[in-house]
């Protein structure tokens, strides 16, 4: 075989490599993608049933972002920001590893799609992870609900009670209920501040042990 042939029969080899890696990763973008949308239609639907039962629940959705606000009183509230994040890779949160995959396996076959929760309340940074597969399986740790694992074909009675979950624990966080508490911190705190009321007095959200 000349170097011409040679080169073209590798060509192909990389070809077919690439297919299968790109056609992989195409594959976990989409599952990732369906779970986003039955994932935020499940905490609209939270939100509807809040708002039956007294609550002040604002739920949307906007440029691939699901907010969610809660607000018990002028000054008691909260919220949450839930998105998919872009792209796929291989999972290195050991709460978010699938079971069958290996931590330094880089195969694209084992690649996670991700969606991400945010809640200023807590900080700046996500506060809730999910890792979604591409055979369905998914998981998540964090604030709002501390481990948690299911598959993304699961009955709606079941996605919507764990997204029952996530709004408990957004009211919690409204209302410094279920365990969420506060306490005074250190910060600057003048008497400018007080009479403009510009600012509150520095206080620092203290979270329990979120049992899963």
Known sequence: ???RENAISR?????????RSLTLMRETEEVARAFSERLFDGLEYAAELGRE????????????????RVEATPGAEAEVAFGLVRGVAAETDEDLMHEDLSRYSLDPSGYSGRILGWSEEVG???????AVYRDGL????????????????????????????????????????????????EGS???????????????????????P
């Open 1 to 3: 075989m000349g170097f």
């Open 11 to 19: 060509f192909r080899q990389y070809r077919e490599e690439a297919d």
């Open 53 to 68: 039962a007294g609550f002040d629940i604002e739920a949307e959705s906007e440029r691939g972002i699901f907010t969610m």
């Open 124 to 130: 700046e940074e996500a506060c809730q992870t999910f």
């Open 138 to 185: 998914w998981k998540t740790k964090g604030v709002f609900v501390a481990r948690a694992r299911g598959r993304t074909d699961d009955a709606d009675d079941i996605l919507n009670g764990f997204c029952l979950r996530i709004t408990g624990r957004l009211i919690d966080l409204a209302t410094l209920t279920g365990g969420v508490g506060k306490r005074w911190a």
């Open 189 to 211: 705190y003048t008497l400018l501040d007080h009479r403009q009321r510009s600012k509150r007095y520095p206080t620092e959200l203290r979270l329990p042990r979120f049992s």
